[in-house]
């Protein structure tokens, strides 16, 4: 079964979302998402970051279907996941974070099994080739409990695919995936997307969701945080580190360095915090050459996603909001 289905304006267009739990036992009720809205635009690979409890899974079990949203409106590939529920079904293939395969069913019988219950006629089944492009053709015929984890996860992408869904979500896809095994990954999420496959995944690790990713949405106790580009996010923060090694030791910092932010970091080191937008690492190191001193080695950091991440989450109040219960 290919994907016919016309292009919609988004993969995924979510509405003020919003999602509150009942409490377990008497407790107090639970608020998992507070008016998130938020578009994944066709063919993107978006990222969805947060830390553990923002509310991530409970978005994408909602896309899927397997949690009732309290209120808002989602859109997978066009279709209202309620009023056109078959449809907004059969556009999406989710990859659950558990490892939750029948250990008696080889990957070959989990894919037809899993073919049958999208009525994904025999003759337009493509088994063998998504067991190959997930590396588990040698494992077509060996039990589930025999793969290791990392072969596992591979098999429930496989399964996710076996209806060529436009929209592929995965939740935690690496998580206690082998590095080897995070780079087969990766390389074959990137094969999908280039072939046209929207990738939505949520993940803990800045580094994927750096690598992979051309569009980040971060939640944080249930609130959209931010959501843009992966490259705007970085730009946001401005910073970047120039550390300098010069050839003699200083007992204070130069005079004509009192521009910049510069620390001591041992007497022969020196820190810079500086935004590149405004200022240019030569004007630094002229600057040092004007102080009297030679440049021995520059290291320079670029801002990372995890900066831009830690400053972002530390100033939201993790207070929830009462609100109606599902
Ligand atoms: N079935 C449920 N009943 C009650 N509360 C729930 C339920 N599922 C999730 N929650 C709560 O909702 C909040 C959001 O959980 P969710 O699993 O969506 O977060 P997450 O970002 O996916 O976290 P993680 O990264 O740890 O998987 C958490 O406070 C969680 O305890």
């Known amino acids: 079964m290919s994907v016919v289905m016309s292009e919609p304006a988004y993969a995924v267009d979510v509405v003020d979302l919003a999602k509150t739990y009942r409490g377990k036992r008497n407790g107090a009720p ?10 994944v ?13 923002a509310g991530k899974s409970t978005l994408i079990n909602i896309l899927a279907g397997l949690v009732l949203r309290s209120s808002g409106e989602a859109r997978v590939w066009g279709f209202d996941i309620d009023r056109q529920m078959r449809a907004a079904r059969r556009a999406i293939g989710v990859v659950p974070q558990e490892l939750n395969l029948d250990p008696f069913f080889t990957p070959r019988e989990a894919m037809e099994v899993q073919a049958g219950l999208y009525g994904v006629p025999k003759s337009e089944r493509r088994t063998d080739a998504i067991l190959a492009a997930v590396g588990l053709s040698r494992e077509a015929d060996s039990y589930a409990r025999s ?7 591979r098999l429930l992408v496989a399964k996710a695919m076996v209806h060529a869904p436009p929209v592929l979500v995965l939740d935690e896809p690496t998580a206690g995936v082998d590095v080897e095994l995070r780079r087969q990954l990766w390389s074959y999420l990137r094969e999908l997307n280039a072939n046209g496959t929207t990738v939505l995944l949520t993940t803990h690790y800045l580094e994927e969701a750096q690598a992979l990713c051309d569009r980040i949405a971060i939640i944080n106790h249930g609130h959209l945080i931010a959501c843009d580009s992966t490259e705007a996010l970085l730009r946001r923060l401005d910073a970047k580190t120039l550390t300098v090694t010069v050839d003699r030791p200083l007992t204070r910092l130069p005079e004509a360095l009192s521009g910049f ?14 935004p590149p937008s ?6 630094i190191l002229a600057a040092i050459t004007a102080a009297g ?3 021995v080695d520059v290291t320079t950091r670029e801002t990372e996603l995890e900066d831009i991440f830690l400053k972002l989450t530390s100033d ?4 929830p909001q009462p609100q109606a219960v599902a």
């Open 316 to 319: 939201v109040s993790p207070t």
């Open 147 to 153: 793969l290791s984890g990392g072969m596992r996860r």
């Open 278 to 283: 405004r200022v240019h690492a030569g004007e």
């Open 30 to 39: 639970v608020v998992a998402l507070s008016q998130v809205s938020l578009q």
């Open 41 to 53: 635009p066709v063919g993107a690979f978006f990222g969805l970051l947060g830390p553990n409890g």
């Open 293 to 295: 001193c030679h440049v």
């Open 261 to 274: 932010a510069v620390e001591l970091a041992t007497p022969q080191k020196l820190v810079f915090q500086y």
